[in-house]
């Protein structure tokens, strides 16, 4: 059964710092892997997605990367903004046959100006 | 180009009843997931409807039951309802699943849920 972790629970940085959000999983035949952002009781907006043929993806200040083998993902953010504060999730979907997201519990990430 | 809608935003209901929860997809899409997201929790699934039929279900009880019409559109039905029923409930759409491929999911703003 794929389980996804996420580490840490809550982070609290002043702003400027670059950081790093972990996400690990146990199941390595994932199809994809997504870093999503939630502000408090919104939805989910899509920050980046990995296919399990990629190692990285860029958008902007945001950079993930994706290793399948260890079983591990990091979202990385540079020069953090208070306007980044949010929780930030990941999600992984199986191989064909599986068409669901397993997410995990998300890191709070609170910027402080 | 409209995203994913779900109506209401918010509601309160009481132990014991029902409640149905709407959903409209991204245009093009004809695929829908629904997902129960608990406070402080990551979202789980519930089930997932694609052709006006349930294709994939997640470990919830029969209390929640679903239903997608002919323009795509999905409803989620939950009968005798639980304290712990009480959550966030979120919807995605997507691309068919022709082929098995697995396409992006894009989510609504959710309805959220409170049962007293």
């Known amino acids: 059964k794929q389980e996804v972790t996420q580490i840490p629970a809550a982070l609290s940085v002043p702003e400027g710092e670059n950081l790093v959000l972990n996400c690990s999983f146990t199941d390595s035949a994932i199809y994809n892997l997504q870093w999503f952002r939630q502000d408090p009781g919104k939805g989910l907006t899509s920050l980046l997605l990995?296919?399990?043929?990629?190692r990285e993806q860029t958008s902007g200040r945001l950079n993930a990367s994706l290793d399948k083998s260890s079983g591990r993902s990091t979202l990385y953010i540079a020069a953090s903004q208070p306007g980044d504060s949010a929780t930030y999730l990941c999600a992984v979907t199986g191989t064909s046959g599986t068409y669901k997201y397993i997410f995990g519990t998300g890191t709070r990430l609170k910027v402080l100006a | 180009d409209a995203g994913v809608t779900q109506s209401p935003t918010h509601l309160i209901k009481t132990r014991g009843q029902q409640v149905t929860l709407r959903c409209s997809p991204k245009s093009g899409h004809d695929t829908v997931s629904w997902y129960q997201q608990a406070l402080g929790q990551g979202p789980q699934f519930i089930f997932q409807?694609?052709?006006?039929?349930?294709?994939q279900r997640g470990n919830f009880p029969d209390r929640f039951s679903g239903h997608q019409f002919p323009n795509y559109s999905s409803e989620l039905n939950v009968n005798a309802l639980l304290l712990g029923d009480s959550a966030l409930y979120l919807c995605a759409s997507s691309p068919g699943l022709a082929g098995g491929l697995f396409y992006e999911q894009y989510f609504g703003p959710g309805t959220r849920l409170t049962v007293t």
């Open positions: 409807y694609y052709e006006e039929e349930e294709r």
């Open positions: 990995i296919q399990s043929s990629q």
